[in-house]
C-alpha cells in the first residue's frame, strides 16, 4: 500500500488544489486512489469524493482515538492501491503551541505516513531552502519525503527554487507548479463552495493533472511512499433480533456535513441509513424510525425550507411520535422556530425546538469543543464527547428550551449551556462524530429501535 500526506507551513499554501491535482493524476494512471482529510473540515472532503469517486474520511486525532482513525484509515484503504491524505493549517498547528495534539504531524506518525511539503513559492528564492529545512529538522520523526513547490513564476524561477533545496538535501523529491488562477475555487464564510454547488471541471481536473505530471517526478515519489498496511477486519456488532432501524439523513445542498465515518459506525450499530433531501423531497421517506438533520447551508435556501409545507408537516408529526430527532449547527437552525437572515428577512422554520437563530458576519465559538451532558438525551448524563463547533449564527431566544449539555470551548475556554432538548429533539452547535464514542451512536440506534417497538412499526 502506497500512502502521502499533502501538508503545508500555514493555511493558503495550495494544499487543497495539489491534493486533488496528485488525485487526478493518480487516478489517470489507473491507481484506485482512496483520499483522507485531516482534521474537522467537511467541504474539502467532498470534493475529494467527486475525483477519486470513493468516500473522503476525516482522520482526526482530537476527536477520534488512535485506534478509531487506524481503524476508518485502514478500511477505507481496503481494494485501493494509494492513499492521499490532505492535511490542515500548518503541518504541525493543532489544538496548542506546546503539543502536537490534534496536528497533522501526529496523523502523519501514527499511520507511518510520509509527507508531501507544498510551499507557497510566490515570493521566495533561496530562502525556501531554509524553510523547509526548518521543517525537516522540527522534528525529525515526522518524514518529509518531498517538496511541491507552488505559484512558481516559471520555468528560470523554478530552477533557482530547486537548486536551493537540491543543497538542502539532494535526495529530496522536489517539483513544482506554476501559478494558475483558473484553478481557484470560490470561498465564502465558511470555507471553500461544497462539491455540490460548484467543483473542478473535468477540464480543470485535465490541466491540474497534466500540469502535476509534467513539473513533479511522480513515479519517484510513488516509489518511495510505501507504508504499513496491515490486513483490517471490522469488527461488527452482532445483528440485532429486532433487525436494522431505518434513519432518515437529510442530505442535499442545504445539509451536506456529515462524517463519512460517523454514518458508517452508525451502520455498525445497526442502522439502515436512509438520504432524503428537504430541499427536493415533498416528505419524508416511509418507515423511518429516526431522523438526522447535519450540518450546512439552511440559511442560503432558507425560503425553499420554509415552504416545504409537506415535509415540515411530516416532520411535526414525526416528532410528536416521539421518536428522535438529531440536528447539528445547521440543522439546529432547520430544527428552530424561526431564522432571521441578514437582511432581517424572518423565516420560518420546523419550530420543533422554541429558538431564534439570526446570522452573523462572523464566526462565533470556531474551533474544537468538548460537550458534557447533564441529563439523559442524545447521550447518556454524564457523557463528554468532543466535537467541533464552527457558525456564523447565535440563538437570540430560546424560549425556555430545556438544555441538556455543557458546552466547553477549546480556543476561547469559555463554557455555556447548550444541547438543546424538547421531548426526544436534540440540536446543539457542535458537530460531534459518531466514530469518536460507539456509545454515541449505540444510544441513537438504541433511542430509534425503542421508538419502533413504540410505535408499532414492522421491522
Known amino acids: 500500500m502506497k500512502g502521502i500526506l499533502v501538508a503545508a507551513p500555514g493555511s493558503g499554501a495550495g494544499k487543497t488544489t495539489v491534493s486533488a491535482a496528485l488525485m487526478a493524476a493518480l487516478g489517470k494512471r489507473g491507481l484506485a486512489v482512496q483520499p483522507f482529510k485531516c482534521g474537522p473540515d467537511f467541504i474539502d472532503p467532498g470534493h475529494h469524493a467527486l475525483i477519486c469517486r470513493r468516500p473522503s474520511h476525516n482522520l482526526d ?21 494509494v492513499a492521499v491524505v490532505e492535511g490542515m493549517m500548518g503541518l504541525f498547528d493543532g489544538v496548542a503551541g506546546n503539543s502536537e495534539e490534534g496536528s497533522s504531524a501526529q496523523i502523519a506518525k501514527l499511520l507511518g505516513l510520509p509527507v508531501l511539503l507544498v ?101 519517484r515519489l510513488l516509489e518511495a511512499c510505501q507504508v504499513a498496511s496491515p490486513e483490517y477486519v471490522d469488527q461488527l456488532p452482532p445483528t440485532s433480533p429486532d433487525g436494522l432501524v431505518r434513519i432518515g439523513v437529510a ?25 432524503f433531501s428537504p430541499l427536493a423531497d415533498s416528505g419524508l421517506p416511509a ?5 438526522y438533520f447535519g450540518g450546512g447551508y439552511p440559511e442560503l435556501y432558507a425560503e425553499t425550507l420554509s415552504g416545504g409545507k409537506g415535509l415540515l408537516s411530516d416532520l411535526r408529526e414525526f416528532a410528536l411520535a416521539e421518536k428522535p430527532v438529531y440536528g ?10 424561526q431564522l432571521i437572515a441578514k437582511n432581517g428577512v424572518n423565516w420560518p422554520m420546523a419550530g420543533l425546538l422554541p429558538l431564534s437563530i439570526e446570522m452573523t458576519d462572523h464566526l462565533v465559538h470556531f474551533g474544537y469543543a468538548e460537550i458534557e451532558f447533564v441529563a439523559d438525551g442524545l447521550a447518556v448524563k454524564g457523557a463528554r464527547l468532543r466535537g467541533h463547533s464552527f457558525h456564523c449564527s447565535r440563538v437570540v431566544s430560546d424560549g425556555e428550551a430545556q438544555k441538556t449539555a ?13 444541547g438543546f432538548t424538547a421531548g426526544n429533539v436534540f440540536g446543539s452547535y457542535v458537530h460531534l462524530h459518531f466514530a469518536a464514542d460507539p456509545s454515541l451512536a449505540e444510544r441513537f440506534v438504541s433511542l430509534a429501535r425503542s421508538a419502533r417497538t413504540r410505535c408499532g412499526v414492522a421491522s
Open 287 to 291: 418507515n423511518l424510525d429516526a431522523l
Open 119 to 219: 510551499v507557497d513559492a510566490s515570493a521566495s528564492a533561496r530562502s525556501v531552502a531554509a524553510l523547509v529545512h526548518g521543517f525537516r529538522s522540527f522534528d525529525p520523526e515526522t518524514r518529509v519525503l518531498g517538496v511541491l513547490l507552488n505559484r512558481v513564476a516559471g520555468a528560470p524561477h523554478a530552477e533557482m527554487l530547486m537548486d536551493a533545496l537540491r543543497e538542502c538535501d539532494p535526495k529530496l523529491i522536489v517539483g513544482w507548479l506554476p501559478h494558475e488562477n483558473d484553478l481557484h475555487l470560490n470561498e465564502r464564510y465558511l470555507g471553500l463552495q461544497t462539491a455540490g454547488e460548484r467543483s473542478w471541471s473535468n477540464d480543470a481536473l485535465d490541466l491540474m493533472a497534466g500540469l502535476i505530471e509534467r513539473h513533479y517526478p511522480l513515479d
Open 328 to 337: 447539528e449547527c445547521g440543522g439546529l437552525i432547520f430544527l428552530g422556530r
Open 251 to 275: 442530505r442535499d445542498r442545504a445539509f451536506c456535513f456529515y462524517y463519512e465515518a460517523g454514518l458508517d459506525e452508525l451502520r455498525r450499530q445497526g442502522a439502515e441509513i436512509v438520504e
Open 406 to 418: 455543557i458546552v466547553h470551548y477549546s480556543l476561547s475556554k469559555q463554557s455555556e449551556c447548550e
Open 61 to 81: 486525532t482530537w476527536m477520534l482515538s488512535a485506534e478509531a482513525n487506524r481503524r476508518i484509515f485502514l478500511s477505507a484503504c481496503r481494494h485501493a492501491d
